[in-house]
């Protein structure tokens, strides 16, 4: 496992609170994830998870409270928004992949749009992370001739054209028929030992205990624990984490 660069917070929040509505779904979240930490975040349907992806790369505005990526707070538009969500790759359950385009087509898309790269160079690139990922066949493909598990390994391939800072993956596994899961979950434990910056919204627990420096539990908008996954799991200490461990393990 590489060691995190405590010194320097890739993401930090502060006193973070987002509401829908009269709903308090993020609570005085305060969290730094220094660089190449892998923290994995649990907990129970509905206590804020994909909430708190989302407001690190601006896809929900937060009500109050502070979001940096990099040392950088978050902007609320323009130029330097496409700069900040370049900055935070993002994975999703559903594969996202745009349909109309082939595989390689995907991954060369955003560079060339928004990073303004050649084409040629992207193109260069797009091949040399399909093969990272194991996928270099698939490159002249569309989406839906591809396996799940396929899909999801483009769309990291995707997200890493953009040289993210930072890696968020939410339930990025969830959506895969069992035998996909494994595959995917190799691609992501190469990026944490490569030193990537991950926030992982995850229910396997194998990859939590072999990848993650580090637990966030979450239950009702609060971070209620913040542990090692040999803590968390050996020895939790609230109870509602006791509970959601008891019903998953
Ligand atoms: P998790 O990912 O942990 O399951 P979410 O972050 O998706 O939780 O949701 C947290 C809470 O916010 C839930 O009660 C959910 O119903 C609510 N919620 C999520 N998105 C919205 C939305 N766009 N509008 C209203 N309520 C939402
Ligand atoms: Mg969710």
Do not use: W
Not at 108 to 136: C, D, F, N, S, Y
Not at 193 to 211: D, S
């Amino acid at each position: 496992m590489t060691e995190p660069n405590t010194a320097r917070p890739m993401v930090r929040m502060a006193a973070v609170d987002k509401f829908f509505g009269p709903l308090h779904v993020l609570k005085e979240i305060t969290l730094d994830v220094p660089q190449g930490q892998v923290v994995v975040v649990l907990g129970p349907s509905g206590s804020g998870k994909s909430t708190l992806c989302r407001a690190i790369n601006r896809l929900e505005p937060i009500d109050s409270g502070l979001i940096e990526v990099d040392g950088r707070p978050l902007p609320a538009e323009g130029k330097e928004l496409a700069r900040l969500r370049a900055e935070v790759g993002m994975v999703f359950q559903s594969f996202n992949l745009f349909a109309h385009k082939t595989i390689l087509e995907n991954v060369t898309l955003a560079p060339i749009r928004v990073r303004k790269q050649p084409a040629a160079e992207a193109r260069t690139t797009a091949l040399e992370l399909l093969e990272r990922v194991g996928i270099t066949s698939q490159a002249d493909k569309y989406p839906a001739q591809l396996s799940g598990g396929q899909q999801q390994r483009a769309a990291i391939a995707r997200a890493l054209a953009m040289r993210p800072k930072v890696m968020l993956f939410d339930e990025p596994t969830s959506a895969l028929d069992p035998e996909m899961v494994q595959e995917v979950l190799d691609v992501m434990t190469g990026l944490a030992a490569e030193g990537m910056t991950m926030l992982v919204v995850t229910h396997e627990m194998g990859f939590a205990r072999k990848a993650a420096h580090r637990v966030i539990f979450m239950s009702d908008g609060e971070v209620v624990e913040d542990s090692t996954p040999e803590e968390f799991f050996t020895a939790p200490k609230s109870g509602r984490a006791k509970d959601f461990l008891g019903k998953i393990l």
